[in-house]
């Protein structure tokens, strides 16, 4: 897929080059044709006007200093004829030329024959001009030999900057073709790692689900009281499962832009002390210690319901992970530029190669650990989707030493 849509992207970028060189080619060739033709126009003009008591053109003599060729006079090879009605030659005119008077009388008849007033005489590869005078029918005559090889040679000089140009451009395409790709590659790649996850990870309760079912069918005569162990544990999977959902949904809606913010100012100190009440029982029995230190009064522009779920998901991951008799800290800062929240716990330190890593889906560093605490590797993707929603950033920090923490700092205004 990826492969057919980089051919199709070198494909519409050679296309659209190759229509813009084609539309520059044809303007710069009919700009270059119409200032020759105007030249030519200029010097039949002039071979029209002369009766032969013009005096001749002024030419350049090489080595002198100051002469040039006046622009509104090129000198190209030019004659006329004077015809009177029965179509005799009456006079006759040449410049920078040497035509006998037998061809000038067969090019008149051919001018004649056409009945036009302008026109090419191709055979002859002459540019004519006719003109109603009081002494007669006046025909003038210009060469479109040098015309006609300038435009030859103008049009290959274009061509092969246009194909030059088309094979260096094919070259670009192909490096940005793969540099453009490159996010549409890791988000197809990430896309179907997702999907490969989010099939492992239902299909386990699922399986659970299943299994409780056909025990409790292969006993139909039994009491429901008798076989709760089983409808409990479908229950516990069906639950789990609706989370499992309920966060994948939340993931895909984000990616499509199509989560709801409602931002309102709230006190962010009360809404962090109102999620962190309920871990402290969960702690007591686990025999975790949970320190908080929460600066008062700290107020935020945001959607209070995604920030009191980001709190939760660092709590509860703080809480899951901080070892027996471990301790988890909260901190809650107004600081200059927004506000920083900080959650840390004692316990096993992740891996300095892994910091990067946690905040991807379904990343487990420890995924027996995380299963048997009932995780699937969402949450701290979830805290990122939450926190890159409001502007803010998220950063994790491990040791053995000082344990885990997580911090957010999040702007003050919107």
Avoid at 34 to 61: C, F, M, T, W, Y
Avoid at 156 to 183: D, N, V
Avoid at 369 to 384: T, V
Wanted: aromatic share 6%; with cysteine.
């Amino acid at each position: 897929m990826l492969k057919k849509l980089r051919r199709k992207f070198i494909l519409i970028n050679m296309s659209l080059l190759s229509l813009v060189l084609v539309i520059v080619i044809a303007a710069v060739g009919y700009s270059n044709y119409q200032q020759l033709k105007n030249e030519s126009d200029a010097v039949l003009q002039r071979a029209l006007s002369n009766d032969g008591s013009r005096p001749p053109i002024h030419r350049v003599e090489i080595g002198m200093p100051g002469e040039k060729l006046p622009k509104s006079e090129p000198m190209l090879p030019a004659f006329s004829v004077l015809l009177d009605q029965e179509g005799k030659v009456l006079s006759e005119t040449r410049e920078n030329v040497d035509v006998s008077g037998k061809a000038m009388v067969q090019m008149a008849d051919m001018v004649l024959e056409t009945g036009l007033q302008e026109g090419v005489l191709h055979d002859m590869n002459l540019r004519f001009l006719m003109k109603e005078t009081p002494e007669g029918t006046r025909i003038a005559f210009v060469d479109m030999s040098r015309e006609m090889d300038m435009l030859a040679s103008q049009l290959t000089a274009l061509l092969l900057i246009g194909l030059g140009g088309l094979a260096a451009f094919f070259l670009i395409s192909l490096f940005l073709s793969a540099w453009a790709l490159r996010p549409v590659e890791k988000a197809w790649g990430q896309q179907q790692q997702f999907v490969a996850n989010a099939s492992h990870e239902l299909r386990t309760p699922l399986t659970v689900i299943l299994a409780n079912l056909g025990i409790l069918l292969s006993h139909p005569q039994d009491a429901i009281a008798k076989q709760a162990k089983w409808i409990e544990n479908t229950q516990t999977e069906a639950n789990r499962m609706k989370k499992l959902v309920e966060d994948l949904l939340f993931l895909a809606r984000s990616d499509a832009a199509q989560a709801p913010l409602i931002r309102t100012e709230f006190n962010l100190s009360d809404a962090v002390l109102g999620c962190l009440l309920p871990f402290e029982p969960l702690a007591y029995e686990k025999g975790v210690t949970i320190q908080s230190d929460i600066q008062p009064e700290v107020s935020l522009v945001g959607d209070e319901g995604q920030i009191k779920q980001l709190t939760v998901i660092l709590l509860d991951n703080a809480c899951k992970y901080a070892g027996d008799q471990g301790d988890v800290t909260v901190s809650l800062k107004k600081i200059k530029d927004g506000v920083r929240l900080s959650v840390g716990n004692t316990g096993r330190p992740i891996p300095q190669e892994n910091l990067t890593q946690i905040f991807d889906r379904f990343y487990r560093a420890d995924s027996a650990r995380s299963r048997e605490e009932g995780g699937y590797g969402l949450g701290l993707s979830i805290a990122k989707t939450i926190v890159d929603h409001h502007g803010g950033r998220i950063s994790a920090d491990s040791s053995e030493a000082a344990g885990t923490l997580l911090t957010v700092w999040l702007p003050a205004k919107d």
